[in-house]
């Protein structure tokens, strides 16, 4: 059983990382990469940080539906910014000033 249990959460961390992966590589290119040059890490550290916040802070359909639409050439900022805006201020907040 210990061996089902790992094989299913590194199976959900490889789905989890692949998302965030993509997500990143969109923030790199969007506007937010200006917000983020002001972060500790710096832009692609904190590209990172905001798409695994969103990828563990939204519900999955939405960021199913988010990962589809970027692919088909939809533009980071404006799917993003259709989010809540308090979960995206949580997630700017923790990736910027995070130590």
Do not use: W
């Amino acid at each position: 059983m210990e061996v089902l249990a790992r094989i299913a959460i590194g199976a959900a961390k490889g789905l989890e990382d692949g998302k965030v992966q993509k997500l990143s590589k969109a923030c790199g290119a969007s506007f937010l990469v200006m917000v983020f040059s002001f972060a500790k890490d710096g832009p692609a550290q904190a590209c990172e940080c905001f798409s695994r916040q969103i990828v563990r802070g939204e519900p999955s359909n939405v960021v199913s539906d988010l990962i589809t639409k970027i692919d088909a050439g939809g533009d980071f900022d404006e799917l993003t910014d259709k989010l809540p805006h308090e979960n995206l201020e949580r997630y700017l907040e923790s990736c910027i000033s995070a130590p």
